[in-house]
């Protein structure tokens, strides 16, 4: 029987790495804030439970106002749909057996997506990240 003598080749023998402290200190470091970014929650003001309840209905009241601003305008663009005719859809309301029904299919859905979208863009601008700069710029102990 033969064998089989394989020869490494000589541009890919693999060299050992040497060690690099700086590499090794740079990592370690990451890895560091990789840690703490997670469990530091100094940033963030301690509320007390009355305050907390007092920051979700100030939230909740500022997201349902957003949304019943969005509802109006889309019941709005809704109702200059039908008064304005565009498309012809104003005259087939008024032709309609039951004009209450094809109002409300009209109306209805461009209130809740634009209800929809206030309240999403309202969650996108919650003041809460403000509240937290103010915080952090004053210091600890401030």
Avoid at 63 to 68: E, K
Avoid at 97 to 126: K, R, W
Avoid at 131 to 140: L, T, V
Wanted: aromatic fraction near 8%.
């Amino acid at each position: 029987m033969r064998e089989k003598i394989v020869v490494a080749h000589p541009l890919k023998a693999s060299m050992s790495r040497l060690f690099d402290p700086e590499r090794w200190l740079r990592k370690r470091l990451e890895r560091q804030r990789a840690r703490h970014a997670f469990g530091d929650d100094r940033r963030k003001p301690e509320l007390t439970p009355e305050e907390v309840r007092r920051d979700h209905w100030q939230m909740l009241r500022f997201m349902g106002l957003h949304a019943l601003a969005g509802a109006l305008i889309g019941a709005g663009v809704g109702t200059a749909l039908i008064l304005f005719d565009i498309g012809g859809l104003g005259t087939l309301v008024a032709r309609s057996a039951n004009p209450v029904l094809p109002v409300l299919l009209v109306i209805v859905p461009f209130a809740s997506i634009f209800g929809g979208a206030a309240a999403g863009s309202a969650i996108l601008t919650l003041p809460y990240e403000k509240k937290y700069r103010e915080d952090d710029d004053r210091g600890p102990g401030n």
